[in-house]
T-cell receptor, first 118, second 113 residues
């Protein structure tokens, strides 16, 4: 199956700093990437949908100026948490899909990034 | 939008027994229903999926059934093993939403050796 990687897997930062998380599709072209946030023992919460070459679409309640998403190529999307605070600590997961792949619906998930803000 | 409910939230079974997790969805237009397994500290992994033109799909010890009329689908794991212990999520996808998934709330499965 298709492989999606995330980097870093874990990051610890000080309050007020910015953190960038990368999501890469390794063996397919991802026309669309999704960013999720997951709290302990909770389901995945969709934060935003990014399409290659266009602005991301954010879900209601997600601050676009705080969570900057860039999808500059068909294999890479980045999520930058700006001016991070302890309440931003969470598990961030990306997924990728190829909307041109004959109508198939699968999303392929990355391994996640554990962000801890001190 | 779509609303997916998942039950039970926790499930404990003895090794070798079967486990069943059920999900219901609200939008009859949903046409793709994947199941994901998530181990602690890892991303979700697709274990099986089913499309709306099929009523049942099986892959070794795992099967999924879909009842479009009742708008529910279920995951069946037979001959459970300790390594099946994880959190399982169901999801539904609507056409025209760019492959967006609507996830259930998850089921924590524990297989007792």
């Amino acid at each position: 199956g298709a492989v999606v990687s995330q980097h870093p897997s874990r990051v610890i930062c000080k309050s007020g700093t910015s953190v960038k998380i990368e999501c890469r599709s390794l063996d397919f072209q991802a026309t669309t990437m999704f960013w999720y946030r997951q709290f302990p023992k909770k389901s995945l919460m969709l934060m935003a949908t990014s399409n290659e070459g266009s602005k991301a679409t954010y879900e209601q309640g997600v601050e676009k100026d705080k969570f900057l998403i860039n999808h500059a190529s068909l294999t890479l999307s980045t999520l930058t948490v700006t001016s991070a605070h302890p309440e931003d600590s969470s598990f961030y997961i990306c997924s990728a899909t190829d909307l041109t792949s004959g109508g198939l619906n699968e999303q392929f998930f990355g391994p996640g990034t554990r962000l801890t803000v001190l | 939008g779509e609303n997916v409910e998942q039950h039970p939230s926790t499930l404990s079974v003895q090794e070798g027994d079967s486990a069943v997790i059920k999900c219901t969805y609200s939008d009859s237009a949903s046409n793709y229903f994947p199941w994901y397994k998530q181990e602690l500290g890892k991303g979700p992994q697709l274990i099986i999926d089913i499309r709306s033109n099929v009523g049942e799909k099986k892959d070794q010890r795992i099967a999924v059934t879909l009842n479009k009329t009742a708008k529910h689908f279920s995951l069946h794991i037979t001959e459970t093993q300790p390594e099946d212990s994880a959190v399982y999520f169901c999801a539904a996808s609507l056409p025209g939403t760019g492959n967006q998934f609507y996830f259930g709330t998850g089921t924590s499965l524990t297989v007792i050796p």
